[in-house]
């Protein structure tokens, strides 16, 4: 009775914690609030009906995968909607998207029901689920109210990430027309920007709303997912030992140090130099443009991001998003050598493993190539321990390899559509690095995680040697699957980042940012990794260490780590300014910029979002990239002839098709020659034509305003700001 009693008062505790902070979502959001509710009930729901599929898959880990089930689900009922599309069985709508994900659910649940397990809802520790809700539920709605204070989709790229999911609302078709090469298909990775377009016709939300919610989902798994694997290692690794505080604040550091800290320059630049007075001040992108710009070295400028200043700053690119299906990877892996049983075609990982890789190939290619390999060393050393007699051992290899074929065989089939469509323009070959990091450079990026992860790599290799017989064997046989899974994953990261030091993928950035794009890439990846291995690395070595000094090393890592966190605190009071006062919250929607940085064209522009059906041709100036041209296409996802030159270039590598496009939309709006212009303005099936603030200050005196409103009816004016859309006859 007295245990009744007792598990009452504990329910009800919990009810009030979630009430309470659901009041306090609604305080902080205001009118998102409802849309922010939307999305984290949707999850909620995803994640619990795919429950049946997750939990056979995460046997063994205390929540049986509960965060790692959302992501799932996101992944088979996108992918769903995707290749349905696709092929042209469904169109690309809300209700397509709501229908083919019941259909999917429902298949779930019948798993549950009929299955083996006959489970639906199989978890073993509900305490532990609870809290995972709770802390996913905290970090998204704080990501989501800092977001409300800098929410503008204006600024590095943002433009193009807005535009892609603006255009592929308009559309019914994959891919979508590109927004700004009117005619023709998106010839990139427009995989991230779909799945955020997918929950958001899930959802029945707008896209100006949710740019800025699945930024801030991916930031909330970025903590969770990190948290739920490291904790799961942890528990594994300790056994009676690891009591719950070690385990929990384990996969806390890890949730930390994967998603809001920064690195050794922080601390130093940051932190130390300026209260020595070295330095005035700090602005937190800084630490990701070091190598080559302090000091500038000519031809080596390259780039060094990483998560949390990815959430901050807002864009919702492909790297960014492909954040947390990269986490649902490494814990799946982990659930794959943790189990460690059947035979390849039998094991469930490797095929969800593929549809993972796959779909990496059409939303950030690097990524496919990173973990395709993270995979294949993980599969390859998990069948060694598996197999330990030397006859066996030949076994393991042979299953290895069959797993790598199975995997790259089912990641093409599963990508196959859009490579049909895709044109390969981008890479241009290999190079050999020329201009190699300063050392002292490296280090203060890399040699923080490169001590802590090699002291862990040696120790766990130290405590597990046996050079009395068959080495190897006696290693494989020894090593517990958490300390060989962090090895894999700590080896991995290093090889990552002395990669961009070696070698190069060649591209059109190659003269003066060669090695920028293969150094970002890689090492956005090996910040993950050694963020997770360092969460998992230090209480590990904390705890079952005897050595003194490894325990000394450790809580100094642990010390380092907590101070970088710092990080985050200092780029939000940047970026988002004043985050305690909750009277400066701006609200989610991307787009209300329009008003503060093109006062003369906002209305039009809302105009168009309003009044314009389908995908009309919509003609504007355009301009150099990362610039303000491109606002009407990029804000409402209507196609223009050509948008950022730059970006067009890298995406399709025509150079004398831009040039002669740009040209063309020079001659449209200047042109005295109504028949040329007449003609232009067919060949590309122009509708409307935007004369505003960046037409009139490209073009100046040029612009020829009589004969653009000849060429057809004022649909809008603005008699105050004299922006005018014309409609062209016959359209």
């Known amino acids: 009775m007295e ?18 902070l659901i009041g306090v979502a609604f305080w902080l959001l205001g009118s998102d609030f409802f849309t922010f509710m939307i999305w984290w009930e949707i999850l909620w729901i995803l994640g619990l009906v795919f429950m049946p599929i997750t939990a056979q898959i995460f046997k063994g880990f205390d929540d049986n995968g509960w965060m790692y089930s959302k992501v799932i689900a996101i992944v088979i009922c996108g992918y769903g909607v995707w290749i349905l599309t696709s092929i042209k069985v469904v169109h690309f709508t809300t209700l397509s998207s709501v229908v083919i994900t019941t259909l999917c659910g429902g298949s779930s649940i019948a798993y ?98 949710t740019y800025n919610l699945m930024r801030t989902m ?90 949390s200043y990815s959430f901050v700053l807002g864009d919702l690119h492909a790297h960014v998003i492909n954040v947390f299906f990269v986490l649902a990877v490494l814990g799946i892996l982990y659930a794959w050598i943790k189990r460690n049983s059947g035979k390849s075609w039998k094991q469930k990982e490797i095929f969800l493993l593929g549809l993972f890789l ?48 199975e995997l790259l065989l089912t990641a093409v089939l599963i990508s196959l559509p859009f490579h049909l469509q895709f044109k390969s323009v981008m890479v241009q070959g290999i190079g050999i690095v020329k201009i190699h990091t300063a050392f002292y450079q490296f280090c203060v990026l890399w040699a923080f995680p490169l001590l802590i992860c090699g002291l862990f790599v040696v120790s766990t290799l130290i405590k597990n040697r046996n050079f009395t017989n068959k080495k190897t064997r006696n290693l494989f046989y020894k090593i517990n699957v958490s300390d060989l899974y962090g090895v894999v994953l700590s080896l991995c990261a290093m090889g990552l980042i002395l990669i961009p030091e070696i070698v190069y993928v060649r591209d059109i950035y190659e003269n003066g940012n060669a090695r920028a794009n293969t150094m970002f890439k890689l090492t956005y990846q090996a910040y ?19 050595q003194k000094i490894v325990k000394v090393l450790s809580g100094i890592g642990l010390f380092v780590l907590i101070w970088t966190v710092g990080y985050f605190g200092n780029a939000v009071h940047s970026w988002f300014g004043e985050v305690w006062n909750p009277s400066k919250y701006q609200g989610l929607n991307a787009t209300t910029f329009l008003e503060t940085d093109f006062p003369q064209d906002a209305a039009a522009i809302r105009w168009l979002k309003q009044n ?18 491109e606002r009407v296409s990029a804000s409402t996802g209507l196609p223009t002839v050509l948008g950022w030159y730059v970006h067009e ?79 062209v006859s016959g359209q």
């Open 528 to 546: 993950i990794l050694f963020g997770m291995t360092m969460g998992y690395g230090i209480y590990r070595m904390l705890v079952v260490s005897r």
């Open 218 to 307: 991916i930031a909330a798994f970025a903590f969770v997912l990190p948290f739920s694997l490291v904790r799961q290692m942890l528990k594994d690794k300790l056994g009676k030992r690891g009591r719950a505080w070690i385990t929990d604040f384990g996969g806390i550091l890890a949730g930390l140090s994967v998603s809001m800290s920064g690195n050794l320059h922080y601390i130093i630049y940051g932190k130390i130099f300026t209260l020595l007075g070295i330095r005035e001040d700090y602005w937190f992108p800084s630490t990701t443009r070091f190598i080559g710009f302090d000091p500038p070295v000519t031809g080596d400028e390259t780039i060094h991001e990483f998560p």
């Open 112 to 209: 549950g029901i009929y299955g083996k397990q006959r489970k639906i809802f199989p978890w073993k520790h509900k305490e532990l689920v609870y809290w995972e809700e709770v802390i996913f539920f905290v970090v998204f709605l704080l990501w989501t109210y800092m977001a409300g204070f800098h929410p503008a989709a204006h600024g590095t790229e943002k433009y193009m990430d807005f535009g892609f999911m603006k255009s592929m609302m308009h559309s019914t078709t994959l891919p979508s027309e590109d927004m700004w090469y009117a005619g023709k298909a998106f010839n990139y990775y427009y995989g991230g920007q779909y799945f955020a377009v997918f929950l958001t016709k899930l959802t029945g939300t707008k896209v100006e709303i």
């Open 612 to 629: 314009i059906e389908g995908s009309p041709v919509v003609l504007e100036a355009n301009g150099d990239s990362y610039s303000g041209y």
């Open 3 to 20: 245990k009744y009693i007792i598990m009452k008062k504990v329910n009800k505790f919990k009810l009030l914690a979630a009430g309470l």
């Open 358 to 405: 796959g779909i990496f190939l059409f939303s950030n290619t690097w990524d496919f190539m990173i973990y395709y390999v993270v995979i294949c060393g993980t599969l390859f050393f998990g069948n060694l321990k598996r197999y330990l007699n030397s006859t066996d051992m030949r076994t393991g290899i042979k299953w290895s390899v069959v797993q790598w074929i």
């Open 649 to 727: 270039w890298l995406w399709r590598n025509d150079v004398p098709d831009l040039n002669q496009k740009s040209a063309d939309i020079q001659t449209i709006y200047t042109s005295g020659d109504v028949e040329t212009v007449k003609s232009l303005v067919k060949k590309y099936d122009i509708s409307y034509i935007f004369v505003g603030g960046q037409e009139k200050e490209k073009y100046g005196t040029d612009l020829n305003d009589s004969l653009l409103q000849s060429l057809g009816s004022i649909a809008y004016v603005d008699v105050t700001s004299g922006t005018y859309i014309v409609k």
